[in-house]
């Protein structure tokens, strides 16, 4: 079992940023591909980011790509999602997930998600 807990939501402005964390636990960090997930209301949960193992390896979706940054820490079990110029449709909540196999922008591939954290910018 991995066990992954979000930090770093919260309300800002347009045009601002934030960067929210991850921890995990429970198993070897290294070994999991990492990535970030958001569900905004009455939305389905889509794609924002992904890390391969060892980072070698970054995806973003379009909407994001150009504004926020994926990173993870090997060392600290943490994987980071740095989130500027911020608009109001990146109000959701955001997850991180962790994958088993290869880095992935497919949301059934994760096997384990944390709670969330919520995310609001306003206009």
């Known amino acids: 079992q991995v066990q992954l807990v979000e930090s770093g939501g919260g309300l800002v402005q347009a045009g601002g940023s934030l960067r929210l964390a991850c921890a995990a636990s429970?198993?070897?960090?290294?070994?999991?591909?990492m990535g970030w997930f958001r569900q905004a209301p009455g939305k389905e949960r889509e794609f924002v980011a992904a890390i391969s193992r060892k980072g070698g390896t970054i995806y973003y979706a379009d909407s994001v790509k150009g504004r926020f940054i994926i990173a993870r820490d090997n060392a600290k079990n943490t994987v980071f999602l740095q989130m500027n110029s911020l608009k109001p449709e990146d109000t959701a909540v955001y997850y991180c997930?962790?994958?088993?196999?290869?880095?992935?922008?497919?949301?059934?591939?994760?096997?384990?998600w944390g709670q969330g954290t919520q995310v609001t910018v306003s206009s």
């Open positions: 429970g198993r070897t960090f290294s070994n999991y591909a």
């Open positions: 997930a962790a994958s088993s196999g290869v880095v992935t922008t497919i949301k059934g591939a994760y096997d384990y």
